[in-house]
């Protein structure tokens, strides 16, 4: 367990160190900017920008990194080369399990073949392969490079030590997770569910979660932005609800994530952290602190100062950046892709999707959803991509059906064509299986909830 005693000294400078880079990080990741499409954050903007810029050589750079990816692998598996294996960061990158080599390679052929339109059209049309290489890769590409790049500002000084000691006590008896966990979630509401993952890693590979609480964060707090829920319900065609919409979403989010950390798969998870740690975290507040005024802003600032004055400069700063960007591009894109594009296939060209959806017909007949049918065939869907619901749903004739769809979608959050991928490729211990139980899980809490709305609503 880590110490953190008010009578350790920090320097002069501590407090600047912490207050400047804090507010920084809170301006590219969570300070709201309006935009045609509704509200974003500078993050989101800047990896706009730069996606615009590069949008004609994107599909061939991802296309580059996943090869890289798995022939390093390939490379690391076969020779083992000592430039490789002496160097702790280019190991964990490319010595990876034999299931994780065969997700590379299929992400190789997968984008290789959408890169160049070559073999069977199913798997490189605009609806499967092209939609993960030219659409949603594109995005996550450059949002890791400006989220990875500037991570640290949220990381390394003192931003989580401080919202971690104010909030401790509402989300450790609320959701059984630490105070900075709110901060995991925050960047996810205002920017990108991906960019919690992002957090949540990190996090979690340096021992400040177990591996409960990163599952936990992971599935239940990376949530989706307001920009893409704006998205979802003019897709249904009901954007003039949007706020009725999004109240809904956040009532039925929080009951799920109230729910959810007290069920398995989740509740199953080992208290235990990554490497063989011990527990780097410490939110209580001693007893010193308990006695004076203000005690949990002061012992958060203090704790604040100390993390910031461990920092070694702006050549750390951007040496750490880098490595997020390189393990998020080559660890997690190949995971996208390939687990995105069979997901897709599957969804647009057979009907596995529909029979997994067919059990709840006679619970949407139940709870008095007009065209049930047609609802049931998108509520497994989501599991492919997030957008697919919506897009399902479009020539559904009730308001009140696809209102509900569309709230439902939003709420499930997991989804393998970016998040679920995302999750999968992090060194979160999360598996495809526990993905596909947790969706479920988070479909039949939210379902009742939001139909009983609706039903107020319509």
């Not at 000592?82 to 960061?89: E, G, N, P, V, W």
């Not at 990158?93 to 290789?112: E, G, K, P, Q, Y």
């Not at 880098?322 to 894109?333: C, P, S, T, Y």
Request: proline share 6%; with cysteine; net charge neutral.
């Amino acid at each position: 367990m880590t110490e953190k005693h008010p009578s350790q000294q920090h320097s002069p400078y501590a407090a600047w160190k912490f207050i400047i880079p804090s507010i920084i990080g809170i301006g590219l990741f969570m300070a709201p900017i309006p935009v045609d499409e509704g509200i974003t954050i500078p993050i989101a903007l800047l990896a706009g920008a730069l996606e615009s810029a590069l949008v004609n050589f994107l599909p061939a750079i991802i296309t580059a990194i996943i090869l890289i990816s798995f022939i390093g692998s390939i490379i690391h598996k076969g020779f083992r080369p000592h430039f490789l294996d002496s160097r702790s960061f280019f190991k964990n990158l490319f010595d990876v399990s034999n299931f994780w080599v065969i997700v590379r390679f299929l992400a190789s052929i997968f984008a290789t073949m959408t890169l160049f339109q070559i073999g069977p059209e199913f798997i490189y049309s605009d609806v499967t392969g092209g939609l993960l290489l030219r659409d949603l890769l594109p995005l996550l590409f450059t949002i890791f490079f400006f989220a990875g790049l500037f991570l640290p500002l949220l990381l390394n000084f003192g931003l989580l030590e401080f919202f971690g000691t104010l909030l401790q006590k509402i989300m450790r008896p609320l959701f059984t997770l630490p105070g900075r966990s709110s901060i995991d979630s925050l960047t996810s509401w205002l920017g990108d569910g991906t960019i919690g993952v992002i957090l949540t890693n990190k996090q979690y590979e340096e021992g400040f979660y177990s591996k409960r609480e990163a599952a936990i964060i992971g599935t239940t707090f990376s949530v989706v932005s307001i920009t893409f829920s704006l998205a979802v319900i003019e897709q249904v065609r009901l954007e003039h609800m949007f706020i009725p919409f999004y109240l809904t979403v956040i009532f039925a989010g929080i009951v799920t994530a109230l729910i959810m950390p007290r069920i398995p798969p989740l509740s199953r998870k080992p208290q235990t952290y990554a490497n063989g740690q011990s527990n780097q975290l410490d939110e209580s507040l001693p007893e010193e602190y308990k006695k004076k005024s203000f005690p949990s802003i002061r012992y958060g600032f203090t704790n604040a100062k100390k993390r910031a004055d461990q920092n070694a400069g702006p050549g750390k700063f951007l040496q750490d950046g880098i490595k997020n960007i390189l393990d998020m591009w080559l660890g997690v894109a190949p995971v996208v892709m390939a687990f995105g594009t069979i997901a897709v296939i599957i969804a647009e060209f057979t009907p596995v999707f529909t029979w997994l959806g067919t059990p709840f017909v006679p619970i949407l007949e139940l709870m008095q959803i007009p065209e049930a049918q047609a609802a049931s065939e998108t509520l497994i869907v989501g599991f492919a991509d997030m957008f697919l619901p919506a897009i399902f749903a479009t020539d559904i004739e009730s308001e009140m059906t696809r209102f509900i769809i569309a709230c439902v979608s939003v709420t499930q959050l997991i989804y393998l064509s970016e998040v679920g991928g995302v999750l999968l490729g992090s060194k979160i211990p999360i598996n495809l299986k526990d993905l596909f139980i947790i969706f479920l899980e988070r479909t039949i809490i939210s379902l009742p909830i939001i139909t009983i709305i609706a039903h107020i609503i319509f």
